[in-house]
């Protein structure tokens, strides 16, 4: 217990990191207590007159990247790929746990969808937004990954570009086909990230303490 209490330990970079996260985060508790449904719908209302039948396609594509067996298949293809399977196995928990954060947290707040600007299907309650917690949570420990493991420079700069680029793609799919308002696709987005800071910050101790990482 000392030593986990001793990896949270936070310095001034740390604060200064978390600090614009955690006041989007406050923001959009009070929003969600205010009520914003004006500012939501003008969004949704917005990006409606972008649908057309070769982008539908193209998001669709996009938002499965986050789906239930999209994130599976990535797992198994980083327990396949990546030697060190202890690093696996964190990564497995940290989107188990954003999982289950998530769910909890919709069925606390019991925000309903949008449901007069879905195209699709979807069903459970809104807020915060899964594929968007979900995407940056994987995707990102996979960002930090690359920065950890990847020597080169160009194969890191390119595969942390791609990855950040899908975790914004994944995020605007979510309200290109109306299933999540803004608020929900930024809580989720803030949600992950704060989660998956925290769960590095006390966790990259044990993943790599066999190859002499603090």
């Known amino acids: 217990m000392k030593n986990i209490l001793k990896d949270i330990e936070f310095n001034k970079k740390d604060i200064l990191f978390l600090l614009p996260v955690i006041i989007v985060a406050i923001i959009l508790v009070l929003i969600l207590c205010i009520g914003i ?12 007159k972008l649908h057309c039948d070769i982008l539908t396609n193209i998001f669709g594509i996009i938002t499965q990247m986050s789906s ?13 790929v990546i030697k060190n399977k202890k690093i696996t196995y964190y990564m497995f928990f940290a989107v ?22 879905m195209i699709i ?7 915060p937004s899964g594929h968007s917690e979900l995407s940056i949570v994987l ?6 990954l690359c920065y950890k493991l990847i020597k080169n420079k160009w194969l890191k700069v390119t595969l942390v570009s791609l990855l950040s680029l899908l975790i ?10 109306g299933v999540h308002y803004l608020t929900d696709v930024l809580a989720g987005l803030t949600l992950g990230y704060i ?12 993943m790599f303490e066999d190859e002499g990482a603090k």
């Open 37 to 48: 449904s004006k500012c939501d719908n003008y969004v949704l209302s917005a990006i409606a």
């Open 121 to 127: 299907n979807e069903s459970g309650f809104s807020f």
């Open 168 to 177: 914004a793609l994944i995020a605007f799919s979510r309200l290109y086909f």
């Open 139 to 144: 995707y990102g420990f996979l960002i930090y």
């Open 68 to 80: 239930v067996w999209a994130v599976i298949l990535v797992l198994c293809f980083c327990y396949i």
């Open 195 to 206: 989660f998956i800071y925290l769960y590095i910050k006390i966790c990259k101790k044990y």
């Open 96 to 117: 188990g746990i954003g999982a289950l954060l998530n769910f909890v947290i919709k069925n606390i707040v019991r925000r309903t969808r949008p449901l007069n600007f």
